[in-house]
T-cell receptor, first 111, second 113 residues
Framework: GEDVEQSLFLSVREGDSSVINCTYT??????LYWYKQEPGAGLQLLTY?????DMKQDQRLTVLLNKKDKHLSLRIADTQTGDSAIYFC???????????FGAGTRLFVKA | DGGITQSPKYLFRKEGQNVTLSCEQN?????MYWYRQDPGQGLRLIYY???????QKGDIAEGYSVSREKKESFPLTVTSAQKNPTAFYLC????????????FGPGTRLTVL
């Protein structure tokens, strides 16, 4: 079935760049998303990319999409301690209604 | 302010009791969803509703029930048939047809003793 996989942990130093990677199986996903979850809270959409794009930049965030390899990445430039959170990769399934979420990558930012 | 609310934030119940989690949105969204979050497993879809008076089972619907009598409300009942109900429950809503961004509530942490 449809699946989204991502590594569970990433640790970086404050000021460095963070790169969170994700692979997905549904090649027909029209939208791919990155959501952020603060401790004990719900998820918030950080950014998304449409499947016909290769890259999207939004301030400190850069999303890269490699459709051939079904690989999505999120780069956070100049990572701050406030960026510490869980980041979920997700894809809108072929039917266009269900969103499939990965397990989340917990980002630790060391001061 | 438009948003999606869940109550209560924390809920404790004894084993064998049914419990209902509330979810309300004033975003005028057609679609609503319930997810369960367990450590290291991401979000798993329990039920979803595309429109009032209609809902479908998600990937882990056993032991849960929902209703959608009003557009704004999508309560989830965790029944005694759910074998491992202790988890963090998230409700979300979206307006299909756009980028299908989902707006999440703050979650309810259910602990069954």
């Amino acid at each position: 079935g449809e699946d989204v996989e991502q590594s569970l942990f990433l640790s970086v130093r404050e000021g460095d760049s963070s790169v969170i990677n994700c692979t997905y199986t549904d090649s027909s996903s029209t939208y791919l998303y990155w959501y952020k979850q603060e401790p004990g809270a719900g998820l918030q959409l950080l950014t998304y990319i449409f499947s016909n794009m290769d890259m999207k930049q939004d301030q400190r965030l850069t999303v890269l999409l490699n459709k051939k390899d079904k690989h999505l990445s999120l780069r956070i430039a100049d990572t701050q301690t406030g960026d510490s959170a869980i980041y979920f990769c997700a894809g809108l399934n072929t039917g266009g209604f269900k969103t499939i979420f990965g397990a989340g990558t917990r980002l630790f930012v060391k001061a | 302010d438009g948003g999606i609310t869940q109550s209560p934030k924390y809920l404790f119940r004894k084993e064998g009791q049914n419990v209902t989690l509330s979810c309300e949105q004033n975003l005028n969204h057609d679609a609503m969803y319930w997810y369960r979050q367990d450590p290291g497993q991401g979000l798993r879809l329990i039920y979803y509703s595309q429109i009032v008076n209609d809902f479908q089972k998600g990937d882990i619907a056993e032991g849960y029930s929902v209703s959608r009598e009003k557009k704004e409300s999508f309560p989830l009942t965790v029944t005694s048939a759910q074998k491992n109900p202790t988890a963090f429950y998230l409700c979300a809503s979206s307006m299909p047809g756009q980028n299908n961004e989902q707006f999440f509530g703050p979650g309810t942490r259910l602990t069954v003793l």
